[in-house]
């Protein structure tokens, strides 16, 4: 069985303001292409279709076209994301099955496989915690809890298929992955992270939810986002997982590249040697993120860069000699800070007091409700 495992479309999400559909449109034609080309049997998608819950037309509309254009070559499986809306997302999806559209966004189907040549599909939809924990009578709220409990009736269904390839389909963060700044953080409602071992025994583990593509055990992989959506991500080689599979092997996993629009870069320096200096001339046609370190902040900096660097986007200022403390951007100092703990640092600014127990978990309690509503829409 012939796979390609893709992830983390974001239709409809921009790029510092920057239009990414035309972009997202050529990435589908790229996908179409492969399949075509590779012969492959099932095409994955392992969630954040969209980028919001509510979705922009253009984007519904694009989602639909790429769809049509896949089931006409081979089998879909597409399960939600955390941006996704899954009542919106699983609209149709029994009447999709019967053209090889298979869309997963109920938790209580994830025992039930699609069942594509030698091989067993699960799609584990995003899991929230807190609306998995009852009806599945999990002792504690967490993902690593809920992915377990997914995991179990797998492994119950597979068992009593015999020699069959399973493949599972995860939208989840794993431990040890490499995060980088543009996914949305899912520690509210328990902890975020499960172990990779959570997927042992099965065939191929296809995950979302992480931009980067990396292995994170045997078999287990994030193909990453089609784009990038963060300057986070320059580094990143973006494409799709061509993967074979059969009963009793490793799966064979091979790379495929994506097309690249406009690469994104990060450039620092004084606003003269960027002017100036050849050794730039790469990064003439790339959106940029340029800080600049003059002892003084340059006046009219932007529409002075944007003459050599058209597509700049962003621009910071570090100047030399300051701290490192001062240097380290928004994102930087609230990555491995929970929502929680910004607003409580907000309420300290406001209030000139830390947040008492029963203000946190007020503050607990109105980010369940954000994330419990949202997950329904």
Not at 51 to 58: I, N
Not at 273 to 284: A, G, I, Q, V, W
């Amino acid at each position: 069985m012939r796979l390609l495992h893709t992830s983390d479309w974001h239709l409809g999400r921009s790029f510092h303001r920057e239009d990414l559909l035309g972009a997202q449109a050529a990435y589908v034609d790229h996908l179409v292409e492969t399949v075509r080309a590779e012969n492959v049997d099932c095409v994955l998608i392992s969630g954040d279709v969209y980028d919001r819950a509510l979705p922009a037309v253009d984007a519904v509309r694009l989602c639909n076209e790429a769809l049509v254009r896949l089931a006409e070559l081979t089998r879909v499986v597409l399960i939600a994301g955390n941006h996704d809306s899954s009542r919106r997302l699983g609209f149709g999806s029994e009447l999709m099955n019967a053209s090889g559209v298979h869309v997963r966004t109920d938790p209580a189907t994830v025992g039930e496989p699609i069942l594509i040549e030698d091989g067993a599909i699960y799609g584990i939809p995003y899991l929230e915690p807190e609306l998995v924990r009852h009806p599945w009578e999990l002792d504690e709220r967490s993902h690593s809890a809920a992915l377990t409990e997914a995991m179990r009736r797998v492994r119950a269904d597979a068992e009593r298929r015999g020699d069959l390839a399973t493949v599972v389909l995860s939208h989840s963060f794993v431990t040890g992955g490499e995060a980088s700044d543009s996914e949305r953080d899912i520690s509210v409602g328990g902890a975020a992270n499960v172990p990779a071992s959570v997927f042992e025994g099965v065939g191929y583990t296809a995950l979302g939810h992480l931009h980067g593509k990396q292995e994170m055990a045997g078999g287990v992989w994030y193909s990453g986002s089609p784009l990038a959506y963060s300057f986070s991500e320059e580094k990143q080689r973006k494409g799709s997982l061509l993967v074979d599979v059969r009963p009793g092997a490793a799966p064979s996993v091979e790379f495929v590249e994506a097309p690249v629009p406009r690469r994104v870069s990060r450039v620092r320096g004084r606003i003269d040697d960027l002017l100036t200096d050849p050794s730039y001339d790469k990064y003439e046609d790339r959106w940029l993120q340029v800080t600049l370190t003059d002892p003084e902040r340059p006046s009219a900096a932007m529409e002075r860069l944007r003459r050599r660097f058209p597509h700049a986007l962003v621009l910071g200022f570090e100047p030399d000699g300051a701290s490192s403390a001062s240097r380290r951007t928004w994102s930087e100092r609230v990555q491995e800070r929970s929502e929680l703990d910004i607003a409580g640092d907000f309420v300290t600014e406001v209030s000139q007091a830390a947040p008492t127990g029963a203000e946190r978990d007020l503050l607990n309690e109105a980010f369940e409700c954000c994330r419990q509503k949202e997950a329904l829409t």
